[in-house]
Every structure is written in C-alpha cells, then in structure tokens.
Nanobody, 120 residues
Framework: QVQLVESGGGLVQPGGSLRLSCEAS????????MAWYRQAPGKQRELVAR???????IYADSVKGRFTISRDNAKNTVYLQMNSLKPEDTAVYSC??????????????WGKGTLVTVSS
C-alpha cells in the first residue's frame, strides 16, 4: 500500500518562506510525475507545480518566480520551496504522485494535505 505524507505547512507572515516535503512510501517500483496542488477556502483545487522523473517542471502562473519544485528520486520525496509568500497563497497543499508498485500498474496517489496560512 502506497502512502504520501506531507510536512512543512504552518503559519507564516507575508513575504516569508516555507518548504513543504512529501515522501512516498510502500512497495514502490517507479514514480513518474510528482506534483503539488492547493485548494483555498471556497475555491477549486488547482495545480501549483509539477515535476517529472527526469526533472522537467511546470508552474502555475501565480507562483512562477516564487516557488520551486524539486525531488529526490532516491528518497521518493518531492519538495516545494515557497518564497515571497502572499496571503492569497493560503490553502491546503496536497501532494500528488503517479506511482507504479510491484503489484499494480501506475495509479494516482494523493496525500492528505498540509495547511499553509499566510497572515500577519
């Protein structure tokens, strides 16, 4: 059974920084895409950033130049470095990964999410 566990959320002042981490565990054979999504109160979930196993990245326009996604394939972990945070970045941030296990073909997996609050 695969699990994605996020960490690193919390309360930060505008202009501050946070680093989110998400580790995948289980009988993992390979991980293709890993990504961060977020959902603010009253809004739909949106893609924040995505990274392939080869390191190719895409970002939402709203976070370009402020957020950086990276991954450590040896640790099955994806990171999101968030700088120059704004109140509108407040949301629950969830980790996503497309994972192939020893027993299953590739499937979508989600973490439970971590709350990021940007407020003075």
């Amino acid at each position: 059974q695969v699990q994605l566990v996020e960490s690193g959320g919390g309360l930060v002042q505008p202009g501050g920084s946070l680093r989110l981490s998400c580790e995948a565990s289980g009988r993992i054979f390979s991980i293709n895409v890993m990504a961060w999504y977020r959902q603010a109160p009253g809004k739909q979930r949106e893609l924040v950033a995505r990274i392939t196993s080869g390191g190719s990245t895409i970002y939402a326009d709203s976070v370009k130049g402020r957020f950086t996604i990276s991954r450590d394939n040896a640790k099955n972990t994806v990171y999101l470095q968030m700088n120059s945070l704004k109140p509108e970045d407040t949301a629950v941030y969830s980790c996503y990964a497309f994972i192939e296990t020893i027993q299953t073909y590739g499937m979508n997996h989600w973490g439970k999410g971590t709350l990021v609050t940007v407020s003075s």
